[in-house]
Antibody, heavy 118, light 107 residues
């Protein structure tokens, strides 16, 4: 059974870079897309972007200029970097697997709370 | 972006009741549509994919229907573990978008 374990810094200052990693166990990166989703306090879920094992990526237009999602096939991991964070980026960040055709987020990480504060 | 609008935003129900949540898309999305359950401090859980297909391991008390722009999630015989927030999501095109959520509370 595939499981996702995520980690990263939980407290950042404005203008710093958010960096999160998600490790895939019980399966490989191949044949799927892998995604990051966040939930700001008191708000709903927001899709950030996705990447496949070949490194092909797609992003939400609202975050494309600041976000990079990459894959590390040797370690069966994928990562999110979000540059120049502000308080508006404070959220719980989730990694997830994208089940393909039909697309759905079928396996999720445990979530990481990231707070941006000066 | 495709806007997803859920109704109601919250509802109260009793154990054993049945409830229905509706989600509308701002444009047709065929059946590229999913439902998730989210509990505080936990990761969201996929319940229904492709509008009406039950995800493996999910109770058959959950069912989904709809196509085009209007979709529903029905939960029958409510159990204590069903009280949570429910989100709809379109997978028709990126950026994938979610509804604002429906909070299901115990009456």
């Amino acid at each position: 059974q595939v499981q996702l374990q995520q980690w990263g810094a939980g407290l950042l200052k404005p203008s710093e870079t958010l960096s999160l990693t998600c490790s895939v166990s019980g399966g490989s990166l191949g044949s799927y897309y892998w995604t990051w989703i966040r939930q700001s306090p008191g708000k709903g879920l927001q899709w950030i972007g996705e990447v496949n094992y070949s490194g092909n990526s797609n992003y939400s237009p609202s975050l494309r200029s600041r976000a990079t999602i990459s894959v590390d096939t040797s370690n069966n991991q994928f990562s999110l970097k979000l540059r120049a964070v502000t308080a508006a980026d404070t959220a719980v960040y989730y990694c997830a697997r994208v089940q393909r055709f039909p697309d759905a987020f079928d396996v999720w990480g445990q979530g990481t709370m990231v707070t941006v504060s000066s | 972006d495709i806007q997803m609008t859920q109704s109601p935003s919250s509802l109260s129900a009793s154990i054993g009741d049945s409830v229905t949540i509706t989600c509308r898309a701002s444009q047709t999305i065929n059946r590229y549509f999913n439902w998730y359950q989210h509990k505080p401090g936990k990761a969201p859980k996929l319940l229904i994919y492709e509008a009406s297909s039950l995800q493996s391991g999910v109770s058959p008390r959950f069912s989904g229907s709809g196509s085009g722009t209007t979709f529903t999630l029905t939960i029958t015989s409510l159990q204590p573990e069903d009280f949570a927030t429910y989100y709809c999501q379109q997978s028709y095109t990126t950026p994938y978008t979610f509804g604002q959520g429906t909070i299901l509370q115990i009456k």
